[in-house]
């Protein structure tokens, strides 16, 4: 006997015939080994095949009142909640031609009047085995596609669970710093928006990219972990031999990030625009930033938004050693760094979000008191 894959019951055949006589013999044909269902028109059985028990199989006269067998094979196969029931074609029209109409329209089997019962009830079943397997395959790509995604969402959690635990370890070394961490990450974002579409960026500015972008700018420091606090929480401001030592928290961030890589002796790649963004972001577009002195395009295109994002969140906020700017004055300074401190192109698209900067500072300004806290209502910040 066949069993239904989603009951776990008998399967169900739906016969479908205008007949009462051929109702009849089908069903004390099908009876002892399936449950059957009876229709006696096409609309009928578009109900019950749209049901909520629909037929595991369909044996179909064509020759019936109103919509015929063709028209309601088609109107089955155009209904995602029916086009897999395997539908047999049971009918007294024996022309070739008829029967290859039949099939095109989807039927899995033709079968003409006067019937072999053996014949049909071999047919059904092998059928049924047939759809039985089909529904466990399809079933099992479901549960494979649905756990592929759920694995997915689980790795991409950990991986952001992971860079923003490493980024608040070195954000605790340095109370003053407040949001700093959010507002870098949500201006490196709204720069590389507006720049996506543009000619020297669009290859490099994906989606996906954009979106590893927002994920990685927060580590864009997380080398001040290795930076003594006599240097890192100095008030005031540092000797030339105390900025060489603090200029070096690029290489520690980078050389951090890849021990942890070999540790688990694997090249991620969700790291891999994060060690640009802590090695490079210290970079000038004329070659006078450190730590290898590039210039121009050599410097990677997320460290040069770092940059951007850095410079403006430094200017507009207290530190130990200064005050803070105002917006208007911070967008002075980097305009006047256009072409030498930053990438021409990404000053000028900053110069016409720069609004969309402020309400980001505003929104995530430092508290007065309380550090580097973070409200809950911020904690996990919508991705593209």
Not at 255 to 273: D, P, Q, S, Y
Request: hydrophobic share 40%.
């Amino acid at each position: 006997m066949t069993y239904s894959v989603e009951y776990n019951e008998p399967a169900s055949v739906l016969v479908v015939d205008d007949s009462p006589d051929n109702l009849s013999l089908m069903s004390g044909l099908l009876k002892d080994e399936y449950r059957v269902k009876v229709a006696n028109n096409g609309g009928r059985a578009l109900k019950i095949a749209h049901s909520d028990r629909p037929p595991d199989l369909i044996l179909l006269d064509v020759m019936m009142p109103g919509m015929d067998g063709y028209e309601l094979c088609r109107q089955l196969k155009a209904d995602s909640r029916s086009q897999d029931i395997p539908i047999i074609f049971l009918t007294a029209r024996s022309e070739a031609a008829d029967e290859q109409l039949g099939l095109e329209l989807g039927a899995v089997d033709y079968i003409t009047k006067p019937i072999s019962p053996p014949i049909v009830m071999a047919r059904v079943r092998n059928h049924l085995r047939l759809k039985s397997m089909a529904d466990f395959l399809r079933d099992k790509n479901e549960f494979l596609k649905q756990e592929v995604k759920r694995r997915t969402r689980e790795i991409m959690t950990i991986q952001e669970v992971t860079i923003l635990a490493l980024a608040s370890l070195a954000e605790t070394r340095d109370l003053t710093t407040g949001y700093h961490l959010r507002r870098t990450q949500l201006y490196v974002r709204a720069l590389a928006i507006k720049l996506r579409t543009h000619p020297r960026f669009r290859d490099f500015l994906t989606e996906e990219n954009i979106n590893m972008l927002y994920k990685s700018a927060p580590l864009h420091d997380i080398g001040k972990v290795g930076i003594p606090d006599r240097i890192l929480l100095k008030p005031g401001p540092l000797a030339p031999d105390e900025v060489e030592i603090m200029r070096t928290h690029t290489i520690l961030g980078r050389n951090a990030i890849e021990h942890a890589e070999k540790t688990v002796g694997a090249n991620l790649e969700f790291l891999r625009i994060a060690k640009e963004i802590v090695l490079f972001h210290q970079e000038k577009w004329d070659g006078t930033g450190y730590p290898e002195a590039l210039s121009g395009d050599d410097i990677p295109v997320s460290a040069r938004l770092m940059a951007v994002a850095d410079v403006y969140d430094a200017l507009t906020n207290r530190r130990s050693y200064k005050e803070a700017l105002s917006h208007e004055e911070a967008v002075v300074i980097i305009m006047e760094g256009k072409g030498s401190h930053f990438d021409p192109d990404m000053v000028e698209a900053f110069s016409i979000i720069n609004e969309e900067f402020r309400r980001i500072a505003r929104k995530f300004s430092d508290l007065e008191e309380g550090g580097n806290q973070i409200p809950p209502e911020v904690d996990f910040l919508p991705l593209l």
